[in-house]
């Protein structure tokens, strides 16, 4: 699975941004994504993840009720709505996709085994 995320920018605390990434595989085949995100200095962090079918998702405790994962399997597009942000969202945010639904289990950077380059999300206070 081959991944380009886009979407990123300098944005105002509280304001609204949507982060795009675009996925690449064999047809036919399924896999869940995930966004995770990593500020300068610190390691990388899980931020959500959905299912291939789009109905299991999960949030990181610091984003739920403010980020929302999605996908559209027909455009082989996963977006992650970022609203209410906060100058400690700002970070290189990236996409990354796996076979499997170990990420269910414990959703941490190993749980995916394919990962795009990252966007930067600057917000300002």
């Known amino acids: 699975v081959q991944l380009q995320a886009s979407g990123g920018g300098l944005v105002q605390g509280g304001s609204s941004l949507r982060l795009s990434c675009a996925a690449s595989?064999?047809?036919?085949?399924?896999?869940?994504m995930g966004w995770f995100r990593q500020a300068p200095g610190k390691e990388r962090e899980f931020v959500a993840a959905i299912d291939w079918n789009g109905s299991v998702t999960d949030y990181a405790t610091s984003v739920k009720g403010r980020f929302t994962i999605s996908r559209d399997n027909a455009r082989n597009m996963l977006y992650l709505q970022m609203s209410m942000v906060k100058p400690e969202d700002t970070a290189v945010y990236l996409c990354?996709?796996?076979?499997?639904?170990?990420?269910?289990?414990?959703?941490?950077?190993?749980?995916?085994?394919?990962w795009g380059q990252g966007t930067l999300v600057t917000v300002s206070s």
């Open positions: 595989a064999r047809p036919g085949s399924t896999y869940s």
């Open positions: 990354a996709a796996d076979r499997s639904l170990r990420w269910i289990v414990e959703a941490d950077p190993d749980a995916f085994s394919y």
